[in-house]
Nanobody, 125 residues
């Protein structure tokens, strides 16, 4: 069983940047497909970005392409989400997710087995 702990959220002005981190414990991290999702009040959880385990393939939601970058450091058991040029509509709770022994990019929340507790990102206009 892996535990995921997010950090790095906060309050930022529009146009600013934040870097979210998700630290994983447990099994070999390189064998986990990882993803970031977000949920705004009154809305469903939405895909943001995902990265495969070993080869580092990535995929992004159209709304964040060119602004957000997902990366991972398997030696540190950590996945990151670098968020630049933030907009008020990026305000949400951000969750990292993982699934063991899947070497592909997963964009559907239902395919992930493990979830962090979430970290709040608030972007002011």
């Amino acid at each position: 069983q892996v535990q995921l702990v997010e950090s790095g959220g906060g309050l930022v002005q529009a146009g600013g940047s934040l870097r979210l981190s998700c630290a994983a414990s447990g099994r070999t991290f390189s064998r986990y497909a990882m993803g970031w999702f977000r949920q705004a009040p009154g809305k469903e959880r939405a895909f943001v970005a995902a990265i495969s385990g070993s080869n580092g393939s990535t995929r992004y939601a159209d709304s964040v392409k060119g602004r957000f970058t997902i990366s991972r450091d398997n030696a540190k058991n950590t996945v990151y989400l670098q968020m630049n040029n933030l907009k008020p509509e990026d305000t949400a709770a951000y969750y990292c997710a993982g699934r063991f022994n899947v070497d592909e990019v997963l964009v559907m929340a239902a395919r992930y087995a493990y979830w962090g507790q979430g970290t709040q990102v608030t972007v002011s206009a």
